[in-house]
């Protein structure tokens, strides 16, 4: 979940690599895939500087990507291919986002080894298009590349301050809410998704208030929500300013969005609302495959790691509401770099592969959800279901859920913030730490990663 890892994804950025490393996703064709993490390769690359005709005469365009993008999966290249018989078309995949994004920037930098296609994470975009932007071709001039395409925030993200844009956006990770009908009836709560998402409509104050209310009738050895780094995650994924404000300054101890996320997040854990484990880590895998709560966090991909770590008997027992307010949660984008054999031939596949039928495609076969509003009324989309969430119309779901993402400034260092705030902060509220001990371990992190 590029997510995206990958999830690609995914949100915008997220700890470890967000669409990677937090989304060690199973690809589940049609019925939701994550876009992210499958094991289509060992961790490292060919370092191959691409390009270049084959035995054939054909013009190979290679892509250096992380996770499982999907392009190859959905039958994307087969038909590119088809319809431009003198272009081949080779991928060089690294599973995952932190081994990948390091090797990126070195090859950026030196200008030497890079791919004719790069993929670039969400959470690493802000640092690429203010360090590495020089390298990288501007793709707003690519003929056929219309700005109108995308959703604006989507396409503000890889836009230089100098209005060049070094990436076009693949997919994107509208937030919902997945629960389990089954575990909120038993708790007493609704189970329609329409009545279900008005219990929190609007605040997520609410969405923990009603933990409450499950907890109190709560089935055995279940909590109401996965994780405190996702309930953390979810909450600062709909803030107008994160961690960065718009001038481009680290704000995230000053804005009292982050520490009110913080606080509601460690009250709930206090509260024994949230399970005590890391998001994406075995021990958490564990608690989907034994039932061991009843929502979580949602953006598209999460429901292809959902069923890939699911026992057979969960399918149709997930629905999918609202979730308190609009967020995203993951995404990825292709970059095509200067130096490449084959950029302009590149730059016409990135168009392509990122037009809105593409990117419905996309979605129908691997649960990559379009960061273009022109998929949306696509049959791929409108029509989309899951095996997890039964009859409900997912496409239509997340697309509401898109519509409202706040254009939330990114700023190179993302990543190292929020692993601080879940990985060194909330979680520790589950381990017996009081709320105040864990934010001065969270901030003394990450200012330590920081270098402040």
């Given at each position: 979940?590029?997510?995206?890892?990958?999830?690609?994804?995914?949100?915008?950025?997220?700890?470890?690599?967000?669409?990677a490393r937090?989304?060690?996703?199973?690809?589940?064709?049609?019925?939701?895939g994550?876009?992210?993490?499958?094991?289509?390769?060992?961790?490292?690359?060919s370092?191959?500087?691409?390009?270049?005709?084959?035995s054939?005469?054909k013009t190979?365009?290679?892509?250096?990507?992380?996770?499982?993008?999907?392009?190859k999966?959905?039958?994307?290249?087969?038909?590119?291919?088809?319809?431009?018989?003198?272009i081949?078309?080779?991928?060089?995949?690294?599973?995952?986002?932190e081994?990948?994004?390091?090797?990126?920037v070195?090859?950026?930098?030196?200008?030497?080894?890079?791919?004719?296609?790069?993929?670039v994470?969400?959470?690493?975009?802000?640092e690429?298009?203010?360090?590495?932007?020089?390298?990288?071709?501007?793709?707003?001039?690519?003929?056929?590349?219309?700005?109108?395409?995308?959703?604006?925030?989507?396409?503000?993200?890889?836009?230089?301050?100098d209005?060049a844009?070094?990436?076009?956006?693949?997919?994107?990770?509208?937030?919902?809410?997945?629960?389990?009908?089954?575990?909120f009836?038993?708790?007493?709560?609704?189970?329609?998704?329409?009545?279900?998402g008005?219990?929190?409509?609007?605040?997520?104050?609410k969405?923990v208030?009603?933990?409450q209310?499950?907890?109190?009738?709560?089935?055995?050895?279940?909590?109401?929500?996965?994780?405190?780094?996702?309930?953390i995650?979810?909450?600062?994924s709909?803030e107008?300013?994160?961690?960065?404000?718009?001038?481009?300054?680290v704000?995230?101890k000053?804005?009292?969005?982050?520490?009110?996320?913080?606080?509601l997040?460690?009250?709930?854990a206090e509260?024994?609302?949230?399970g005590?484990?890391?998001?994406?880590q075995?021990?958490?895998d564990?608690?989907?495959?034994?039932n061991?709560?009843?929502?979580?966090?949602?953006?598209?991909?999460?429901?292809?790691?959902?069923k890939?770590?699911?026992?057979?008997?969960?399918?149709g027992?997930?629905?999918?509401?609202?979730a308190?307010k609009?967020g995203?949660?993951?995404g990825?984008f292709?970059?095509?770099?200067?130096?490449?054999?084959?950029?302009?031939?590149?730059?016409?596949?990135v168009?392509?592969?990122?037009?809105?039928?593409?990117?419905?495609k996309?979605?129908?076969?691997?649960?990559s959800f379009?960061?273009?509003?022109g998929?949306?009324?696509?049959?791929?989309v409108t029509?989309?279901?899951?095996?997890?969430?039964?009859?409900?119309?997912?496409?239509?779901?997340?697309a509401?859920?898109?519509?409202?993402?706040?254009?939330?400034p990114?700023?190179?260092?993302?990543?190292?913030?929020?692993q601080?705030?879940t990985d060194?902060?909330?979680?520790?509220?589950t381990?017996?730490?009081s709320?105040?001990?864990?934010?001065?371990?969270?901030?003394?992190?990450?200012?330590?990663?920081?270098?402040?």
């Amino acid at each position: 979940m590029r997510a995206r890892t990958l999830p690609h994804l995914r949100l915008r950025g997220n700890g470890r690599s967000s669409a990677a490393r937090r989304a060690l996703a199973v690809a589940a064709v049609v019925s939701m895939g994550t876009g992210l993490l499958a094991g289509c390769a060992d961790d490292g690359d060919s370092g191959s500087d691409g390009s270049s005709g084959d035995s054939a005469g054909k013009t190979t365009i290679t892509l250096g990507l992380f996770g499982t993008q999907g392009f190859k999966e959905a039958g994307l290249y087969a038909e590119y291919e088809k319809l431009n018989p003198d272009i081949k078309i080779a991928e060089t995949v690294v599973e995952r986002n932190e081994n990948y994004y390091p090797a990126l920037v070195n090859r950026l930098t030196s200008n030497s080894g890079l791919q004719d296609i790069q993929a670039v994470e969400v959470g690493n975009i802000a640092e690429v298009a203010t360090t590495q932007a020089d390298k990288l071709m501007d793709l707003s001039k690519v003929e056929g590349v219309d700005k109108g395409d995308w959703l604006d925030w989507k396409w503000q993200q890889a836009t230089t301050r100098d209005g060049a844009t070094i990436g076009l956006g693949t997919d994107i990770g509208p937030m919902a809410i997945c629960y389990r009908k089954d575990l909120f009836e038993q708790a007493g709560l609704p189970t329609d998704r329409e009545e279900v998402g008005k219990l929190w409509a609007g605040s997520w104050d609410k969405f923990v208030e009603t933990g409450q209310k499950y907890q109190e009738k709560a089935p055995d050895g279940t909590t109401f929500l996965d994780s405190p780094g996702g309930l953390i995650l979810a909450i600062l994924s709909g803030e107008k300013e994160k961690f960065y404000d718009a001038a481009g300054e680290v704000v995230y101890k000053d804005n009292p969005a982050v520490k009110n996320a913080f606080d509601l997040t460690a009250q709930a854990a206090e509260d024994g609302l949230i399970g005590n484990q890391t998001q994406f880590q075995p021990a958490w895998d564990q608690t989907i495959a034994n039932n061991k709560f009843a929502a979580v966090a949602c953006p598209p991909w999460m429901l292809g790691y959902i069923k890939g770590k699911s026992q057979p008997d969960a399918a149709g027992k997930w629905d999918v509401a609202a979730a308190p307010k609009p967020g995203n949660w993951g995404g990825t984008f292709l970059s095509v770099p200067k130096s490449g054999k084959n950029a302009e031939e590149a730059a016409k596949l990135v168009a392509w592969l990122t037009a809105p039928e593409q990117q419905a495609k996309l979605f129908a076969k691997q649960g990559s959800f379009p960061s273009a509003p022109g998929a949306y009324e696509l049959p791929q989309v409108t029509g989309a279901k899951n095996e997890m969430t039964g009859d409900a119309p997912i496409g239509e779901i997340f697309a509401k859920a898109a519509e409202g993402v706040p254009n939330q400034p990114i700023g190179p260092k993302d990543q190292i913030i929020q692993q601080g705030l879940t990985d060194n902060g909330v979680i520790l509220v589950t381990q017996g730490k009081s709320p105040k001990e864990a934010w001065e371990t969270a901030t003394k992190t990450i200012d330590n990663n920081l270098d402040q």
